[in-house]
Nanobody, 126 residues
């Protein structure tokens, strides 16, 4: 089992920045690829970004490329999502998730994720 706890959400104005954190506990964090997902009201959950277990591979959805950066610290058992130039359409609940798909090396947007956090709300006002 892996427990995931997100933090760092909040209310910001368009153009501002936020950094989300996801702290993991339980099994060896460095074995897992990590992903950030989001779900806006009335919409399906979508993947935002992913990072492989070693941090060597990353994936970004087209909607956030150039604005968001994913990173991880395998000593602190934490994954981060730096979000810059936020837009109102980024408003959503953001979730982190852990995956062992392909030994944690895959950052495919179609990978299966095994463990999920409870989410943190991000609201961007115009």
């Amino acid at each position: 089992q892996v427990q995931l706890v997100e933090s760092g959400g909040g209310l910001v104005q368009a153009g501002e920045s936020l950094r989300l954190s996801c702290a993991a506990s339980g099994r060896t964090f460095s074995n897992y690829a990590m992903g950030w997902f989001r779900q806006a009201p009335g919409k399906e959950r979508e993947i935002v970004s992913a990072i492989s277990s070693s941090g060597g591979r990353t994936y970004y959805a087209d909607s956030v490329k150039g604005r968001f950066t994913i990173s991880r610290d395998n000593v602190k058992n934490t994954v981060y999502l730096q979000m810059n130039s936020l837009k109102p359409e980024d408003t959503a609940v953001y979730y982190c998730a852990a995956s062992t798909f392909l030994g944690g090396m895959s950052v495919s947007p179609y990978a299966r994720y095994d463990y999920w956090g409870q989410g943190t709300q991000v609201t961007v006002s115009s």
